[in-house]
């Protein structure tokens, strides 16, 4: 099955330095996500993308977060002055139109 | 906005049994998905199992039951024969239908933890 691939898999960084997490979702998917999770907690929706342009955003993804698809295959998150409450698990997703979401194995972030 | 209860923070069930995990949600659209992911210790999210609220009858995937009460805005999830591998975080998830607009991402609940005793 296709799978939706995030690198690096952790990342350590130290407070106030800018991060890239890097995706690549599913070849012929045309939605793409970024989720975060918070150790012991839910699931929380940061940011949707389609046709080349954010189509949604929460309330977390506020001006210190950016996407970006910079060619045919990657999705990066941009997170450019970290903070420690930005550490977490980030997870890439992709669906096709009107498909089931797909996950990548996530990155595990840790703010120092 | 949307909201969505799992009200088991921690379920229990021996190895072989069946067990329900429950899941609320508060919506005012008429059209719309809802999921069951599974994460494991590795913390992959996993789809379980989904189902489109215009549909009526109840969707399966082996194992795997949903029990979707529209009016009552219930959704809970069944597993029969429960086994080992089973044994994860469960997250019911909701998301507007995309003919309906609106927002985009999944909503989720904030998890029940299903422990499988042997």
């Known amino acids: 099955e296709p799978e939706v691939t995030q690198t690096p898999s952790h990342q350590v960084t130290q407070m106030g330095q800018e991060v890239i997490l890097r995706c690549v979702p599913i070849?012929?998917?045309?939605?793409f996500y970024w989720y975060r999770q918070i150790l012991g907690q839910k699931v929380e929706f940061l940011v949707s993308?389609?046709?080349?342009?954010?189509?949604?955003k929460s309330e977390i993804f506020d001006d210190q977060f950016s996407v970006e698809r910079p060619d045919g295959s990657n999705f990066t998150l941009k997170i450019r002055s970290t903070k420690l409450e930005d550490s977490a698990m980030y997870f890439c997703?992709?669906?096709?139109?009107?498909?089931?979401?797909?996950f990548g194995s996530g990155t595990q972030l840790s703010v120092l | 906005a949307q909201t969505v209860t799992q009200s088991q923070p921690e379920m229990s069930v021996q190895e072989a049994e069946t067990v329900t995990l429950s899941c609320t949600y508060d919506t005012s659209e008429s059209d719309y998905y809802l999921f069951w992911y599974k994460q494991p210790p590795s913390r992959q999210m996993i789809l379980v199992i989904r189902q489109e609220a215009y549909k009526q009858q109840n969707a399966t995937e082996n194992r795997f039951s949903v029990n979707f009460q529209k009016a009552a805005k219930s959704f809970s999830l069944k597993i029969s024969d429960s086994q080992l591998g089973d044994a994860a975080m469960y997250f019911c998830a909701y998301r507007t239908s995309y003919s309906g607009g609106g927002a985009d991402g999944l909503t989720f609940g904030k998890g029940t933890h299903l422990i499988i005793q042997p």
């Open positions: 070849s012929n998917h045309l939605y």
């Open positions: 993308f389609y046709n080349n342009e954010i189509s949604e």
């Open positions: 997703a992709s669906r096709a139109h009107e498909e089931k979401l797909f």
